[in-house]
């Protein structure tokens, strides 16, 4: 490839981060501000993957590791790896189904349930730092775009 050829590649690229208007530089932009938001707020030293994990827990009550991660958001992969180092840190346990020993079963753990209750005050200071800019309108408009764009139903009255 000659560099003239290179700079048509360059000048076709999405504008990022050139560009204000580049999808891809905003949305990690605002990924850098939630996750220093969430580092600011929240001292239980909870990642965001493992607070998603135990809020599905506290829901749902104990599930599958399949149900678990995918209402979290994390691939099989990731979320094997987020359950493994939170039975390490006793914030949930896990035990085949009875029904299926294939499918391996999640519980939080008192010490989760106490971390969770913890962290919930947090985490509303992260969000709520996150969307301060926007008003209530504007954040609404924010959630149904970001769940279309990841593909994440809202409930009803969302």
């Known amino acids: ?59 749902l009550g104990t599930c599958d590791q399949q149900t678990v991660g995918s209402r979290a958001g994390m691939d099989k992969a990731t979320g094997t790896y987020v359950i493994d180092r939170m039975v390490q840190a006793d914030l949930v346990q896990t035990h085949p189904d009875a029904a299926n020993r294939r499918r391996k079963l999640i519980t939080m753990t008192e010490a989760g349930r106490q971390l969770l209750a913890q962290t919930i005050v947090q985490a509303k ?34």
């Not at 690229?13 to 707020?41: C, D, F």
């Not at 504007?138 to 994440?152: A, D, F, H, P, Y």
């Open 1 to 59: 490839m000659n560099q003239e050829d290179g700079q048509d590649l360059i000048d076709g690229a999405p504008l990022w981060p050139r560009g204000p208007t580049s999808v891809m530089h905003l949305v990690r932009r605002a990924a850098q501000r939630t996750a220093t938001s969430w580092s600011a707020a929240v001292s239980s030293g909870l990642t965001q993957l493992q607070y998603a994990v135990l809020i599905v827990l506290d829901e």
């Open 125 to 158: 200071v992260a969000e709520e730092k996150v969307v301060s800019r926007l008003s209530e309108a504007e954040q609404k408009t924010l959630i149904g775009l970001l769940s279309r764009l990841s593909g994440v139903k809202l409930l009803e009255g969302d």
